[in-house]
């Protein structure tokens, strides 16, 4: 596992863009797993200023969303449809049925959730999973306790987590109570994995999962168990190390 700790939170953005833009050159019909939120704006802002300035180009790549919530109607402003339309897709020049993201408001889940992991494989695969991680050291919208073996499905998400996510909403009761995330499994998965910290709030998760066992109470922590690991983090959330 590589371990970068940057200066601050743009110096961890600008090393996760290099990463993903070395990446898309390398092989440019790569495919992507992409996270929401708020550690990975500001690597979305240096992917869209690299694409407009014609240093890396979307138009082969694939997309895969790690997750969405359920029963959101997809142009809501705290839909993740909605996250990446406005943060990456409207501005760089991926064709449209390159992107992959959980149909939240399908009408049979159980078919969608199928349909999504069997997708992954019909591409090769994700090549580079990029992820956050939560305080209580989830991934994706896999919480403390879930399994390793699971693949893409519909989750009840924490009561933390909800609470954490209402900044995105008017009224906290708005935030919905279940999601559908990509598995551990699936996550796994992937030839490469790069995943982000930023701040306090995410010291002493991510030393955990980093540092801990690997354990299922802390999900990231599996993470240890993959042959191509990068982490970038800003000071803050280094602190711990
Ligand atoms: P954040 O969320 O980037 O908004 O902190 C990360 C996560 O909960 O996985």
């Not at 797993?33 to 300035?53: A, I």
């Not at 959980?102 to 997708?119: L, S």
């Not at 919480?143 to 954490?164: A, F, I, Y």
């Not at 994995?193 to 030393?207: F, V």
Request: charged share 30%; proline share 5%.
């Amino acid at each position: 596992m590589r371990v970068v700790v940057t200066n601050n939170y743009q110096e961890m953005s600008r090393e996760a863009a290099r990463i993903v833009a070395r990446q898309i050159l390398a092989k440019e019909d790569s495919v992507l797993g992409l996270p929401t939120g708020d550690t990975p704006t500001g690597m979305y802002e240096e992917l869209v200023q690299l694409d407009n300035r014609r240093l890396i180009d979307f138009s082969k790549v694939i997309t895969f969303n790690l997750d969405e919530y359920y029963g959101l109607p997809l142009d809501h402003p705290g839909s993740y449809h909605r996250y990446m339309r406005e943060k990456l897709f409207d501005h760089v020049n991926i064709q449209e049925g390159s992107i992959h993201i959980p149909d939240g408001v399908a009408k049979d889940i159980e078919e969608e959730c199928r349909r999504y992991e069997e997708e992954i494989y019909r591409y090769g695969g994700i090549d580079l999973q990029i992820l956050g991680i939560g305080p209580n050291g989830h991934i994706g919208f896999n919480e403390p306790g879930s399994d390793w073996e699971m693949t893409t499905r519909l989750v009840k998400l924490s009561e933390e987590t909800r609470r954490r996510e209402s900044r995105y909403f008017r009224d906290p009761t708005e935030v919905p109570t279940q999601g559908i995330t990509m598995g551990i499994k699936t996550i796994m998965k992937a030839r490469k994995i790069l995943l982000l910290a930023s701040g306090k709030e995410k010291a002493k998760a991510t030393t955990k999962a980093l540092k801990g066992p690997v354990t299922k109470k802390v999900p990231a922590s599996i993470l240890q168990l993959h042959p191509m690991v990068t982490v970038v983090l800003d000071k803050e959330a280094g602190s711990l190390f």
